[in-house]
């Protein structure tokens, strides 16, 4: 069975960093597209950063510069490094695999002073 296990929420200031990391429990990990989407209440679910198993990656506009999405196949773990954060991307975060087959549980990022 599939698993993600999403980490490395938390609170943060404004103009603070965070990593968050997914790993998942698949085999055959380095063959699957991944993703990092969040939600705010009330919104859907907005894609934020993209990688393909080959490793090219594409961002939502609103994090262009500041967000970078990476992968580890050997660890088969996805990473979200989010920098100059801001009041707005405050959301709880979600990985997928393979064009959302699978999603994690979720985990919470607050930037707040």
């Known amino acids: 069975q599939v698993q993600l296990v999403e980490s490395g929420g938390g609170l943060v200031q404004p103009g603070g960093s965070l990593r968050l990391s997914c790993a998942a429990s698949?085999?055959?990990?380095?063959?699957?597209?991944m993703a990092w989407y969040r939600q705010t209440p009330g919104k859907s679910r907005a894609l934020v950063a993209g990688?393909?198993?080959?490793?090219?990656?594409n961002y939502a506009d609103s994090v262009k510069g500041r967000f970078t999405i990476s992968r580890d196949n050997a660890k088969s773990t996805i990473y979200l490094q989010m920098n100059s954060l801001k009041t707005e991307d405050t959301a709880v975060y979600y990985c997928?695999?393979?064009?959302?087959?699978?999603w994690g549980q979720g985990t919470q990022v607050t930037v707040s002073s």
């Open positions: 698949v085999s055959a990990f380095r063959f699957y597209s």
């Open positions: 990688i393909t198993s080959r490793g090219s990656t």
């Open positions: 997928s695999l393979g064009n959302n087959a699978y």
